[in-house]
């Protein structure tokens, strides 16, 4: 049985977040992540795109946390704190911080991508120009770099679609080269 389904098994067949039983997919919940039933949900493409920040976000639709934030699961209570604490400005969601409970462990792992941080010490990715990089955006190689373990090199002018950010490091973004997923540092980089 494939992690998917498995994944499909443990939700009934809905987003572990908002219920929704269209466009499932596995979403590995960073920055942790192995590939595990335990450190993945199942979420619908709506949710993921808000996650990711490549759709804008819906206050609306994330009032379906005071749900999914009693979950068993590990991993959809540590989503639904991460979404919450990105929904401070809304009263209900304050709310729902106040009494949702985290395991240390889990409430650790919650806050690893610092989304409770204050603004100013968040991590930014920045682009050569200084130009702030967001998840979802795309960019140009501005330098030819070889890629470790690949056997290739990226080519100067090589556009990356659809980049995610490492949370830890402001220097480092991912994306596919050549159908392979890739490090860069942001220093090669500019937004397109």
């Known amino acids: 049985m494939s992690l998917e389904d498995k994944l499909k098994e443990r939700s009934g067949n ?20 192995q590939g595990t039933i335990d450190d993945t949900i199942i979420v619908c493409e709506n949710c993921h795109g808000q996650i990711e920040e490549t759709e804008p976000m819906d206050v609306n639709h994330w009032r379906c946390l005071n749900d999914s ?36 462990e889990a409430l650790k792992w919650a806050a690893a991508t610092g989304e409770a941080d204050a603004e100013e010490d968040k991590i930014k990715h920045v682009d050569a120009n200084g130009v702030e990089l967001e998840s979802g955006d795309n960019v140009v190689l501005i330098k030819d770099l070889n890629v470790k373990g690949g056997g290739f090199t990226a080519k100067r002018g090589t556009a990356v679609r659809r980049i995610s ?10 994306g596919r080269v050549e159908g392979q997923q890739v490090v860069i540092l942001t220093q090669y980089v500019k937004k397109t």
Do not use: Q
């Not at 572990?16 to 920055?31: D, I, Q, R």
């Not at 950010?165 to 991912?174: G, P, R, T």
């Open 69 to 104: 934030m009693w979950s068993e699961v590990d991993a959809v209570k540590v989503m639904a704190w991460r979404m919450l604490n990105r929904l401070t400005d809304e009263g209900w969601a304050r709310d729902l911080l106040d009494m949702i409970y985290l395991e240390d």
């Open 14 to 33: 809905s987003c572990e977040l908002c219920t929704s039983a269209e466009n499932l997919k596995a979403y590995e919940v960073p920055p942790f992540a």
């Open 165 to 174: 950010l490492v949370h830890d490091n402001a220097e480092h973004i991912e």
